[in-house]
């Protein structure tokens, strides 16, 4: 359910939240979901959603050996700080394998504790992607193929939002883009997005 700011009067609660989150126009008139609270202008999203590959998009990848330590690439971790502060639903979409787990739960902890085991610092942040982690159930489901992007693309569009894809894969990117999802190729630290 969507709660609503908005009224005949314009609300002083709607009016601060509009500037809060920059909305220019809105007159104050601003819904926001109760579970995410994204922020949602007359029925539009403010900003899409914007969903993460992981590894060699946002942090290193163990190599041949699985024994390099994992962490951010460079400036990875102040874009993604930067996107949440600035008011972006963030979400990762990650091609893990499917016997890492029968339920998603299952493959979601192997995940988490698979990169721990190897992360180099501070234990990484997955709150900063609440429950918007997509996994694959099956070998079928990996990217580039649509079921995860879809996904995305579906939990976004619920809110109103417009989703967004970035990866350094050019054929999930591509995948991404088949699904109806704005895609954004990372060729590098410091290539991500330019969030408006």
């Given amino acids: 359910m969507v709660r609503s700011t908005c009224n005949s009067k314009k609300s ?10 920059g909305v220019i126009g809105s007159g104050g008139c601003v819904t926001a979901d109760p579970a995410t609270d994204v922020p949602v202008e007359l029925g539009k999203c403010i900003h899409p959603w914007v969903f993460f590959d992981l590894g060699d998009t946002l942090i290193t990848s163990p190599g041949p050996a699985g024994t390099d330590r994992l962490r951010w690439l460079p400036g990875a971790e102040d874009h993604v700080k930067n996107l949440m502060d600035r008011g972006y639903t963030l979400g990762l979409i990650i091609n893990i394998p499917p016997e ?6 299952q493959r979601l902890d192997r995940l988490k504790e698979v990169i721990q085991r190897h992360w180099d610092g501070p234990k990484f942040d997955w ?3 609440g429950d ?6 099956t070998t ?3 990217k ?8 995305a693309r579906m939990m ?4 109103g939002c417009d989703a967004v894809f970035e990866g350094e894969s050019q054929d999930e990117v591509d995948g991404a883009k088949r699904s109806g999802l704005n895609g954004w190729l990372v060729k590098g ?7 408006p």
């Fill in 144 to 151: 580039p193929a649509a079921t995860l992007f879809d996904e």
């Fill in 156 to 159: 976004a569009a619920q809110m």
């Fill in 140 to 142: 079928a489901e990996r």
């Fill in 127 to 129: 709150d900063l992607f």
């Fill in 100 to 105: 890492w787990g029968i339920s998603r739960t």
């Fill in 189 to 195: 630290a410091g290539t991500w997005l330019k969030a």
């Fill in 132 to 137: 918007r982690i997509l996994l694959p159930a």
């Fill in 12 to 21: 002083l609660l709607g009016l601060m939240l509009a500037v809060l989150v």
